[in-house]
């Protein structure tokens, strides 16, 4: 909504969402793990790296928190700019399968970052914050003019419920979390570890 005023443009969006998610990360990882993405904690919970339990508990927040800011925006911008700019959707010629297999990918490819430098215990982690959200960042300079780079179904559900607006949000939900999911199965595969081959 602050593109739509002061044109960031999608090199402008990229840097501040990706700062923003760096600066969450940090305030908010010892807390709760900085899951702010339901994509993210299905996957986790899928290869048992989180709580199954706990699932419903943190995408009920995490959608409440995604509607609540989507009112905060309205409440914030009012008049001067319309709710609808902030509804996940994909652009012309995009077709629906190239969206979906976008919003696969890059979920993919964050999901894959945050279990290499955030999940693995093996991992260097006191730089994961810049990692992934340089992760989201980049992801957002490629592909933020196509479908939004929304990987997060919070961040798509939020604003489409407080615009009333469902258009493809299903794709918005299951890309990103079969996108997640897969890239966790393929990390832990990768990690497994090998028979000793003297044995």
């Known amino acids: 909504m602050t593109n739509q005023i002061n044109s960031l443009g999608v090199i402008g969006v990229a840097v501040a969402w990706g700062l923003v998610v760096m600066v969450m990360i940090y305030s908010f990882g010892h807390v709760s793990g900085a899951h702010f993405n339901p994509a993210v904690t299905i996957a986790l919970a899928t290869c048992h790296k989180f709580p199954s339990r706990q699932v419903p508990v943190y995408i009920a927040s995490q ?3 995604s509607t609540l800011a989507a009112r905060t925006l309205i409440l914030i911008f009012h008049v001067q700019v319309n709710i609808d700019v902030t509804v996940t959707q994909f652009v012309d010629p995009t077709t629906v399968y ?3 297999a976008w919003e696969f990918l890059l979920s993919f490819i964050l999901m894959l970052t945050i279990c290499g ?3 693995d ?3 260097i982690n006191e ?3 810049v990692t992934i959200g340089a992760t989201v960042m980049f992801s957002v300079l490629i592909a933020g003019n196509v479908t939004v780079a ?3 179904p919070a961040r798509s559900i939020g604003p489409a419920l407080v615009a009333w607006n469902f258009h493809n949000l299903w794709l918005y939900i299951l890309a990103p979390v079969l996108g997640t999911t897969t890239a966790t199965l393929i990390y832990a595969l990768l990690w497994l570890p090998l028979p000793d081959q003297f044995d």
């Open 117 to 119: 430098v955030a999940t």
């Open 98 to 100: 190239e969206a979906f």
């Open 127 to 129: 730089l994961s914050g």
């Open 121 to 123: 215990s093996r991992a």
């Open 63 to 65: 959608l409440a928190g």
């Open 150 to 152: 929304s990987m997060n």
